[in-house]
């Protein structure tokens, strides 16, 4: 039962009983990402002082060589889920391919992977705009105790365990699901702790917030523009407020705390939209459809697409369940 003001590390114990493959690898694994999610975030904190102590690419005042917050941030989360032992393979948006971890060791019995945006939304940080790491979590399909395979990490979105982001923001929150409700958990940086803040979030049912990026109105398809005219009008509850932050991470925070649609389409440009499958869109969907929310391609939902390839864009809607399927009923009427 989740306590208010309980910590994560708390909640992590009390809950690794509830969760049906109970051998406590994946609590250690949120662990570690718990662990990750702390150092990335004091490095992000201090990305303001780059005058200070130096610009990526350069060596700071002890001697330390600077690296991009990304490539910060996709080390530190690889390193922590490495040193530790607790996953067999990691995929991430910053990597070519997927890494093995520890094929060589034959007791190894560890039988997650991991898929990991370690720093999304980074072009933001230059301006101080909020930034999120997200992860994915899978049980591997090929037999444990041998090299992971590309299949282990091209499973359907409703396959996952476990996923979340944390959202370097305001405040520093955790926030992710195990199939059993979101929960988030927010970061007191004089202690190091992240405290249970926002227990079972759910998304309202519908919402009054549109977050969609309009400069690329006129590349988008009919079904999308009409739906963004539609938001526009004069009638009931409309118009909705747009909202954009151009960081998935914080609009679909925002939209799921106070009722909205996230969307980023397929464009004349794009034919798939932007946003990755595997590293934004699964686990983004897991954790909507765990808060009573939807996710979609704009037809069918996100989680049942089977991936071909690791980095596979796909064309996203996601958010309060009423609004999406609104959505989806335009792009029904007008698809091309
Ligand atoms: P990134 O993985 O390169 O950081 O890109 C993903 C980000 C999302 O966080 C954000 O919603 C989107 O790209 C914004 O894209 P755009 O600037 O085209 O609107
Ligand atoms: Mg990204």
């Known amino acids: ?52 102590i130096g610009a990526a690419g350069e060596t700071n005042i002890q001697g330390e060589d600077q690296q991009k917050l990304d490539v910060y941030a996709n080390d530190k989360f690889i390193q922590t889920l490495t ?4 996953v067999c393979g990691i995929a991430s948006e910053e990597e070519d391919d997927f890494i093995i971890v520890n094929s060589q060791d034959e007791n ?41 395979k590309l299949e282990d990490f091209l499973q359907k979105g409703s396959e996952q365990v476990a996923a979340g982001y944390v ?3 305001t405040s520093t929150m955790l926030v992710y699901t195990t199939g059993d409700g979101v929960n988030g958990f927010t970061l007191n940086p004089a202690i190091g702790t992240f405290y249970l803040s926002h227990p079972n979030i759910q998304f309202p ?10 400069g690329n109105y006129i590349h988008f398809p009919i079904g999308v523009k009409k739906y963004i005219k539609y938001c526009q009008e004069e009638e009931g509850d409309r118009p909705y407020t747009s909202r954009y932050i151009g960081s ?6 925002r939209n799921m705390i106070k009722g909205g649609i996230y969307m980023y389409p397929k464009s004349s440009k794009n034919s798939n939209g932007k946003l990755r ?3 934004e869109c699964n686990p983004m969907a897991f954790l909507a459809e765990q808060a009573k929310g939807k ?8 989680m049942e697409v089977q991936p071909t390839e690791l980095h596979q864009r796909i064309p996203f809607f996601c958010g309060s369940k009423n609004m999406v399927e609104k959505a989806e009923e335009f792009m029904r009427e007008y698809s091309e």
Not at 205 to 213: H, L, P, W
Not at 248 to 253: A, G, K, Q, T
Not at 295 to 302: E, K, L, M, T, V
Request: aromatic share 8%; glycine share 8%.
């Open 108 to 148: 190894h019995q560890n039988k997650y992977v991991v898929l990991i945006d370690p720093l999304d939304g980074s072009s933001n940080i230059d301006v101080n705009v909020s930034v999120g790491t997200i992860f994915s979590v899978y049980r591997r399909v090929t037999p444990v105790g041998t090299p992971v």
């Open 205 to 214: 049912e519908d919402g009054k917030i549109y977050s969609v990026n309009e």
């Open 83 to 86: 040193n530790r032992n607790i």
């Open 248 to 253: 998935l991470v914080s609009d679909f925070h």
């Open 167 to 169: 959202v370097y923001g």
């Open 1 to 52: 039962m989740a306590k208010k003001n309980q910590t994560l590390g708390e909640f992590i114990i009390e809950n690794q009983a509830s969760f049906k493959y109970t051998s406590g690898e994946l609590s250690r694994l949120i662990n570690s990402i718990r662990l990750a999610a702390k150092v990335v975030n004091h490095e992000v904190n201090k990305a303001g002082l780059v005058d200070i």
């Open 277 to 279: 499958l595997l590293y």
């Open 295 to 302: 996710a979609s391609d704009g037809f069918n939902r996100i």
